[in-house]
């Protein structure tokens, strides 16, 4: 059966190291479309919640459910391959963009890539190179530029077509075109998806569902972007300070 985007989080406390907890009490419940944000200082927890997600660290206390199934139940291969990454340190390998795109799918076919770089709006830098989807991509894609990695790791999650995504945004910053790019790119890869999103702009995270703020591990105000200016607390100094 496939799964359908439900996660939810109970009770959640995690640690990296016996006796310092770093997740504290975390309760979340998001739907299949729903977009989840995560903001707080360096340090809160924002990525960790995501490791747990697709399971890279395995939780002791609490329970984290996918369609209602604890994901300790769920075979790490099958959960992960329902889930992308976006966006944070894309890893692109030695091989032409279209096998970048392709990356685990490797059934897609080009019409499918090609598609997929389309919504991403990839599609229109790709056919602008002399090579175009063939064009050779040293490792890590170094000559591309950052806004263009984005852009290729958008695609590349169009491809995979998961059911839930994990957008942790680049802290670098990308010229107001490309950007523009990536968050229409975003925007259409989001829909239909759950997708938690860690996020340093506060633009990307005005039209959330649900915001969570995340301070030592513990959520200390959720809400969506009017509910939490109007609670002026740490989401509404983080807008103004
Ligand atoms: P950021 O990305 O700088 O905005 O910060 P967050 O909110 O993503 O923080 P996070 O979840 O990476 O780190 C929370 C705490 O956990 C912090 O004290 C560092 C620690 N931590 C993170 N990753 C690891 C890890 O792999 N091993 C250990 N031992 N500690 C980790
Ligand atoms: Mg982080």
């Known amino acids: 059966i496939p799964l359908r ?4 989080f109970k009770d959640v406390n995690f640690g990296y190291d016996e006796g310092k907890r770093v997740l504290k009490n975390i309760n979340l419940y998001a739907k299949p479309g729903q977009k989840i944000a995560f903001v707080g200082s360096t340090g809160a927890g ?9 399971r890279f660290y395995e939780i002791n206390d609490g329970t984290i459910l996918f369609d209602g199934i604890d994901i300790r139940r769920i075979n790490k291969h099958d959960l992960r391959s329902t889930m992308s990454i976006v966006l944070q340190d894309v890893h692109l390998f030695e091989g032409t963009i279209k096998d970048n795109i392709r990356y685990g799918r490797l059934d897609a076919t080009d019409e499918e890539i090609i598609e997929a770089a389309k919504l991403a709006n990839a599609h ?9 989807y063939d064009t050779m991509l040293t490792a890590d894609g170094m000559n591309l530029s950052q806004g263009e990695r984005q852009l290729l790791s958008i695609a590349r999650a169009a491809v995979a077509d998961p059911t839930i995504l994990i957008l ?11 950007e523009k790019l990536i968050v229409e790119g975003m925007d259409k890869l989001m829909e239909g998806r759950t997708t938690f999103v860690i996020a340093h702009r506060l633009s990307t995270v005005r039209d959330s569902d649900a915001i969570m703020v995340l301070e030592h591990g513990e959520i200390i105000e959720r809400g969506d972007h009017e509910e939490l200016m109007n609670l002026k607390g740490r989401y509404y100094e983080l807008n103004t300070g």
């Open 168 to 178: 942790d945004e680049a802290t670098s910053s990308v010229d107001t075109r490309t």
């Open 5 to 8: 985007g439900y996660i939810t």
């Open 46 to 54: 924002k990525t960790t919640v995501t490791n747990l997600i697709n």
């Open 124 to 132: 229109y830098f790709i056919k602008n190179l002399p090579n175009g």
